[in-house]
């Protein structure tokens, strides 16, 4: 247990850093606030986020909240939120989620400027984010010094065995799952009991009606009709349940193996890399999972027979596809109609001398057949043949016809490594 | 159609064979009557089979007879039988069907001598070759000239399309069937438009409830609760639709197709020879059928993908099998235990450093998997281990460990060549 607690001293921040913090966001909030007045907007200004519940990890951000009145129209707030952003961060960027904001840097500390509807607890939301400054309230009175603690532990663990984060291309636990997660079963070590025995899904409360299809349901306090851990994955709740039994089990050395790499797998790897769009991994990601999926489909319907897969998302995206046949059999059966239909006979003349025929016309049980040439016999022609008029996308479409096809283990790619190093936590 | 008669006159007995087989039953029948005379024993003798019908084809057999008292047991009437086979059989030899009975030649004509129980109509059969003499004189009583012609003519034109004889390796029309089916339909041509024409199963009467499994129900007339068609297989009823859209559509050329023989599939194919035992084919066809099956299921489970197959039944029983793969990939995933379970670090442990760990452990949904080395990666080595200790039937263990496997599209077996030349009908 030392080893994480080691772990978490290394990133557990500084009071020196806690306090700079302090310093930058209360000048921030108070500014903001100022504004308002001047202007006579109708918002507050509150601090949101890990730095705001005090469970954050080294070098985090400071997220302020501009909150407005739920009379304002959306393009007011999503207006106004810009100005008073550009105003406060003298050098910020716009960015996207739910609305556009500001993104800067003070004293080299990253800040976002975010708006958002005041919403009090239980009445309805505008937008997502409304929800925000109610998760900060509801952490904020429901934790003690020892919850902060084992939070700050749990995330430590989390990023470990590399389930923590809620982007789509990680599909783990947010900050806000590892709070609700401490402050529902007290303490850190209670938590791990419960999921080193767990069994399906992971319910919280446990007595919660499981009406959600996702694998983790954790209901959110500030509005019990919402699925907070739905975007966990199945293998990222899987591995939490597998590291919990080795917590349990006092088996940590099995998070340090280093796994062999055997590169001699007698099998056949592709890479197919695509370039990567100037747009948010949240939007590509998911392109890029449906066209790994395409191509996976695409050898499996022609019977190359894919086994395993790996995607990878640096400067392109990169999929390697793995299949047990390099080169399609020469021949393949070709069904025809049942012989008692009025197709039979125009279905024999049909390939009667067709110098594609290989064998027959023959009969197997109620259908005449014929074995006919597979006149494409590679996996890189029918790949290129079966894409080029498909929607692959809509940000990869203009680069399909670019696609890369690398082939074999060797290559000096991120996606081969991540195949080879394939382990329990990665 | 002048194609059928031209194939039926080069098969129709000619007045002199007709003739002397009248003659030699004749003779043979007055012997035994007068030897059961005798001898007191309460049996008489009858002609039974085409011959005795008149709906015989060229060189066909005679088939006598002897119906003894059902009042008899049976261990009696098999050995009175083979005693009065053998006084007329000078140089017979004993072969066994239901009871032994004995076969030899006179005057160049094989003549088989069989006893039988005399049964009426309606009444219970003990074995059921008592039937037969019941189905002579059915035919008998239901046929007239032109049916007898139209019979020997469907014989002929089964022949051709390859669905005649009711041997298990067959499994086509007997003779009786012929018959019926002449009877039933009155002519020729009205059977063949009834067959180019028919959906599903052949059932005669139409109206006859479909309560058997087989796709032929043909209703015995001496014995309404037997399927006398229950041997036919799916693809010889097959075989005879299409053929019979064939002669109606006036396409008989189809059956004259020579199949172009392209050897070049792109596949592997290996044949699996093995000892025929000295034993009759109908019980060790079922036997051969059945290890062609198992070692079609070692080939698919181990991955191999087995796409056709043939067996052929010479001197030896040669079974061919084709596959999509030679040689299995080098690395299989192996499932292990949900993560969940108590079995999950156990399971991690074992495969820590072991040398068949190709990559992995990993996580897949709820469960941990391995990627591990395939031992035994080539077909012929896994056929032998795999058939090594199994049954591979009653008549055919004892050769097991002689199948020889012979690699190639090439080799000059009879095999090799039925599958290249499959065809429509064969």
Redesign the interface.
Known sequence: MDYLEDLLSEQIPTSEETEKLGEISSAIIREINDICRANNINASCTEVGSVSKNTNLKSSDIDIFITFDKAYPVDYIEKKGLEIGHRVLKNGTEKYAEHPYVSGYVKGIKVDIVPAFKINNGEKIVSTVDRTPLHTLYVNSNTNEAMIHDIRLLKVFMKRINVYGSEIARSGFSGYLCELLIIHFKNFDRLMKHMAN???KLIVPEDAEDKFAEPVIIIDPVDPSRNAGAAVS??N???L??AS??YI?G?LD?LN?T????R????HIRVFVIKKPDIIDDIIYPQAVRLKNRIWDILHNN?F?P??SEIYMGNDIEILIEC??E?????K?HMGPP??SNE??RF?DMW??NPR????????????YV?V??EQ?DMEGIIRKELRNSDIGKNLNEFRDEIKIINGEDADLEVVRKF?S???FN
Chains 1, 2 share one sequence.
């Not at 080169?327 to 021949?331: A, I, Q, S």
């Open positions: 767990l069994r399906g199945e293998e709740l899987s591995r349940k597998l039994k080795i089990s088996r099995i193996h796994p062999s790499v055997n001699e797998r007698g099998t019977g027979m086994v395993a047990k046949l080169k399609l059999p020469g021949t059966v012989v008692e039979s006979i024999i009667n001398g025929l290989m064998r027959g016309p023959y009969i197997l049980k109620n259908r005449v074995d040439r597979t016999r080879f394939k382990y329990l």
